[in-house]
């Protein structure tokens, strides 16, 4: 797995890389309290990119912005190279159509079962037989790990990490080229996260899909991020490489990555490849 | 900007080389496609029936997915099960990759079994049965849980929740006056105004006064207050308390040593049965009122003469008829409300369906009760 972590590890300077997300001086603001204050951020092509910062910092909320589901103050949000204010409906449509998302509480449809739910976005959008959609489902179910006797079921029937599995099955429904991910690693346990992991190294890999990914997961920003971003104060206070984030001396980075739990992790780290370990 | 939008639709084409049948895949093998995926992929299979091995080459395609990988590998288990041997051929790593992720074995999801229609209609019926006399079971236990609840608090009168309580009376009360006071104004207007009409014929207009009078008081007052309290708050007690079940809010204060019914149930249920009253009276003025103004209005009969006439028409005990019955009215829009919500499951389906037993359910046991209390005054001449 950290074979092809490290083989699709890219420096972030390339600068022929396509730019999937662009987001420049963005502005959210709840009343007086502003979250995001002129935040800039890039995501390329085929990337992996984690996205960290402390809890309530805004990272859901740059998700939700970025998929136009907030109002912004002021700045402006590019995505396949468009701009999502300028797009008329119907190709917003259309541009909705290549993302898939996983939100963090996985907000599957709750009068739904997880079978229907996985065909929702495929029935509303694609023209295609009902036996198709179920094998569809099916398969969809399988790579999430879930058992298929998991698709008949009600959302309100599952586990918490099974509810997980099943909205990323539905955020895969349509193939998507660009996913977003909200935690979703968090409400796992060590085994199913590290299978997620492999998941989504695996179609990042065969799909060239390109994944913003908010995590607290540090084994996932070693096994799969090609690169990290974190948040703090409503900007981006550091992004690139996990060793530029490692080597870095801003203090939050130094405290996320070097507290007791990084530095347990990145001590292993560092032994199982033979490495030093990062000043 | 090339993207992947534009890509071309899957295509194929053939080649009979000795033995073996080469199939070669061009295009984008995407669900974007749609059915062209579906269709091309049919293709594949009736291509390489009849021959005796099948080389599907892969080397061209230009895009590929799951949907198109998981098509690609049903049809060539189409074609192994028809007695060919299909192979892939030259695929690209990542391709490949797909091709492998995708190679489940899909199992037919189990169809419902067909049923005889008179069978279903009779299982149906009795399910139904079944179903509200266990619903009247429960209803009777939940009420003893509230009666129960009732005399706890009154024992530990600290476990009283005060402001909770004042809370839902202005919720429920003083927030539902001016759509009270409208309905029965104009209710109040319109009787006025067939009375009026009717009796004239007869010459006894004056006595459309002992008409609203009495119906109002009696009947019409507590009748239409109830009911709108049905559809406004106890919908609105059924949509809270169920959607709390729903966050697993209600386990949350069970596990605390909380109980539910004294917490959540009993405040809004009193809240009610102080709140109704209240309104009927609020509602008999405001149906007098528009009868008075009517009266004046359409039937010559100055406010003066209203008021004598009405003074006539009416005793204590005719205002008193409609107050009583309010609180029971109030008890049970309550206990149905608060119990449905209760009941309620985890999807938001659930909570709908909940919410329209509930009111549909409050309003028909009001008329009911309305019914009985109606018997009852009868059969003591009060
Ligand atoms: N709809 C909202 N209204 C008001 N404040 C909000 C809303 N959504 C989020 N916030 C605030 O924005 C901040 C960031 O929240 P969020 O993005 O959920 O944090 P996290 O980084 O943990 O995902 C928090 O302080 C939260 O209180
Ligand atoms: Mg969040």
Redesign the interface.
Known sequence: MSDHANAARQPATNSIK?IVISVRGLVVQFGEHRVMDGLDLDVFRGEVLGFVGGSGQGKSVLMRAILGLLRKRAGVIRL??QDRDALPPRQLR?LEQ?WGVLFQNGAL???LTV?QNIQMP?REN????QR?M???A???L??VGLP?DS??K????LSGGMVKRAALARA?A??P?LLFLDEPTSGLDPIGAAEFDELIG?LQ????LTVFMVTHDLDSLYSICDRVAALAGGKVIGAGSMQDMLASDEPWLRAYFHGTRGSRLIGSLGRRMGGREPA | MATKIEAEPPELTRRESGDIRRIVLTGGWLLRASRALERKADEIVSQGRGARAVVIDMSAIANLDTAGALALNRARNELIRAGVAASFEDARPEHQMLIKETAIEILPPPRAKPTNLFVDLLADLGLSVVGALREYYRGTGFLGEFVAAIGHILLRPRLFRGTSLVYQIEMFGFRSIPIIVLINLAVGAIVAQQGIFQLARFGATTYAVDLIGILVLRELGVLLTSIMIAGRSGSAITAEIGSMKMREEIDALRVMGLSPIEVLVVPRVLALMVALPLLTFIADMAALFGGLLVSWGYGDISPTTFLVLLKDAIGVNTFLVGLIKAPFMALIIGLISTQDGLATLGSAESLGRQVTAAVVKSIFMVIILDGLFAMFFAAIHY
Not at chain 1, 126 to 129: K, L, P
Not at chain 1, 154 to 157: F, G, R, T, V, Y
């Open positions: 396509e396949f190279g259309a290549r449809f709750s009068s079978r495929m694609r023209n295609i037989s198709f179920d094998d569809l099916m398969l969809k399988d790579l298929p698709a008949d009600l959302p309100a029937e895969l349509l193939d080229e695996t890999k065969t799909l060239g």
